[in-house]
């Protein structure tokens, strides 16, 4: 096929990518490999990657305590009348096949307990919005369900449950998540790095960069969405311009910290509490084998127009956090900070509004009409 793909940074990959310090590796927070179909796996597995295979260990924190993940199969960790009040809550739930949005889909699943206790806290710190102003589309196998015998029988027999879930078990390639593009990409003919695209001239199937022009026939459209407009000639109006404007999204601020001392012992930790500023943190030394007594950490804060950072710079972002977790005892409070980075992705989440269905509709029914088709989780603007 006669192809032309056009980069904007200096390499292809995207959010795939790593960077190495002190022989530590960074990604842009935890970025893992899952496996439904064996073969996607053969074909990774083909590129010629060391791919290492792990247990997931992740947990839930609450009232100073690590709850196993998934908190609904883990009740035994709570106090015993948390516990009581939440299975007694799941048993008496509405159980429902429709749903009004996130927070009716949580109720249905776990019970209002559960979803007091964590589905909607950590949902507000996830997505910056109220469960219920969301529409409950984007749950599917990232909130896996349990059934009643899932739920008692860890909580009778005292033990947890962890292997439930699509990420379970995870990959992770040895030398870092940026391997991925990096083999994919070797080889490949016509891929044109350091090159922004500035005008779309969906009209006469042209694309205007800053170094030059180039025709097409179909043009596969991995932007963010909600760019598309900014770049388009001639210029988008009326309900259309309003579809792609209407187009919502969650940031995350990435920081990154790498500390010399003992490793903590999981892979992350979900942090529903106010008392933490990150949503969720990850060992991510955990994934591969990192030099003795290093380790890094990396924390994720969401933003949005409904939520807004801390006024706070880079540095006093960081001592915030790892304040936070030392004091938490997540961290080692003996533990030497080395390095940090802090870097924003942004759009990082797709944010299900009950606009978001009725704009894609419009958008993709333009698309196809333009010999354009969108691809991937920001291009198709999905989780």
Avoid at 80 to 85: L, P
Avoid at 233 to 256: I, M, R
């Amino acid at each position: 096929m006669d192809f032309v793909l056009v980069e904007k940074e200096l390499d292809t990959g995207g959010l795939c990518r790593s960077s190495k310090k002190g022989g530590l590796i960074f990604d842009y927070t935890g970025h893992l490999l899952h496996f439904s179909r064996n073969d996607v796996y053969e074909f990774v597995k083909g590129l010629g990657i060391e791919l290492l295979k792990k247990t997931r260990r992740a947990f839930i924190s609450r009232s100073g305590k690590r709850i196993p993940y998934p908190f609904q199969a883990n009740l035994a960790f709570l106090k015993r009348e948390e516990a009581y009040k939440a299975l007694l809550s799941f048993i008496q739930r509405e159980e429902k096949k429709k749903f009004k949005n996130t927070e009716d889909y949580f109720k249905s699943s776990f019970g209002e307990v559960m979803y007091e206790y964590f589905f909607r806290p950590y949902n507000i710190k996830l997505w910056t919005k109220d469960p219920k102003e969301l529409s409950m589309d984007w749950t599917g196998r990232f909130v896996p369900k349990v059934k009643l015998e899932e739920v008692l029988k860890p909580l009778f027999f005292r033990e947890s449950k962890t292997r439930i879930g699509y990420n379970s078990e995870f990959f992770y390639p040895k030398k870092g998540i940026g391997e991925l593009p990096k083999s994919i990409g070797a080889g490949l003919q016509s891929v044109k790095t350091g090159e922004e695209i500035v005008k779309i001239l969906y009209k006469k199937k042209k694309i205007v960069t800053d170094k030059g022009q180039y025709k097409y026939e179909k043009m596969f459209y991995t932007l963010p969405l909600n760019r598309f407009s900014d770049i388009a000639y001639p210029p988008l109006s009326g309900t259309l311009k309003s579809a792609f404007d209407g187009l919502k999204h969650v940031s995350v601020t990435d920081v990154e910290l790498a500390f010399k001392g003992n490793s903590p012992d999981f892979h992350w930790i979900y942090l529903p509490e106010k008392d933490f500023l990150p949503y969720r943190i990850g060992c991510s030394s955990n994934f591969y084998d990192a030099p003795k007594n290093k380790f890094s950490i990396y924390a994720e804060i969401s933003s949005s127009e409904y939520k807004k950072l801390p006024s706070f710079g880079n540095k006093e972002l960081a001592e915030c956090i790892i304040h936070q977790l030392k004091n938490a005892g997540l961290v080692d409070v003996s533990s030497i900070l080395e390095n940090s980075l802090v870097r924003e992705i942004n759009p990082a989440y797709i944010l299900y509004d009950f606009q978001r269905k009725k704009s894609l509709r419009m958008i993709f029914d333009f698309f196809g009409k333009n010999s354009i088709f969108p691809l991937g989780r920001y291009g198709r603007w999905e989780y």
